[in-house]
């Protein structure tokens, strides 16, 4: 096994790397089928119209950008959620002849996450947390 596999390495390759790496048109082995773009001048108009309509859906196939346009409907969807939110919580308008004023619980808990980090309940305990640990610069009590 070891021995092939030394002599297969110490082998030198079929052809030299350096004559088949720079391609050009005279030594390209992938020969084009046809040659493009096509002269317009020889071509009948129902096979140029064929050929320009081949060539606009090439282009708009190329210069697609999935990522790009996944992003910009993200952050079409993030503004109007955003918009809808401040209208129906925040804004103070007049809705088919009657005023609207969100309620100011509705601004105060969406101010606060509906609770969350209400400064108001800041520091209490929850009813099944283990007690606290007492202040350090107290000693226990033995």
């Given at each position: 096994?070891?021995?092939?596999?030394?002599?297969?390495?110490?082998?030198?390759?079929?052809?030299?790397?350096l004559r088949r790496a720079?391609?050009?048109?005279?030594?390209?082995?992938?020969?084009?089928?046809?040659?493009?773009?096509?002269?317009f001048k020889e071509l009948t108009v129902q096979q140029q119209l064929r050929f320009?309509?081949?060539y606009?859906?090439?282009?708009?196939?190329?210069?697609?950008?999935p990522r790009w346009e996944k992003?910009?409907?993200?952050a079409q969807l993030i503004t109007i959620?955003?918009?809808?939110?401040?209208?129906?919580?925040?804004?103070?308008f007049e809705?088919?002849?009657?005023?609207?004023?969100?309620?100011?619980e509705i601004r105060r808990k969406t101010n606060y996450l509906f609770?969350?980090?209400d400064p108001e309940k800041r520091y209490e305990r929850r009813k099944d947390a283990p007690p606290p640990p007492p202040p350090k610069g107290e000693e226990e009590s033995k």
């Amino acid at each position: 096994m070891f021995p092939t596999l030394f002599r297969r390495m110490a082998a030198s390759a079929k052809e030299p790397l350096l004559r088949r790496a720079p391609l050009s048109v005279v030594n390209n082995p992938y020969k084009a089928r046809k040659v493009w773009p096509p002269n317009f001048k020889e071509l009948t108009v129902q096979q140029q119209l064929r050929f320009e309509k081949k060539y606009k859906r090439r282009i708009m196939l190329a210069s697609r950008s999935p990522r790009w346009e996944k992003g910009v409907k993200l952050a079409q969807l993030i503004t109007i959620v955003a918009a809808l939110v401040w209208i129906l919580f925040y804004s103070e308008f007049e809705w088919w002849g009657q005023k609207y004023k969100p309620s100011e619980e509705i601004r105060r808990k969406t101010n606060y996450l509906f609770g969350v980090v209400d400064p108001e309940k800041r520091y209490e305990r929850r009813k099944d947390a283990p007690p606290p640990p007492p202040p350090k610069g107290e000693e226990e009590s033995k």
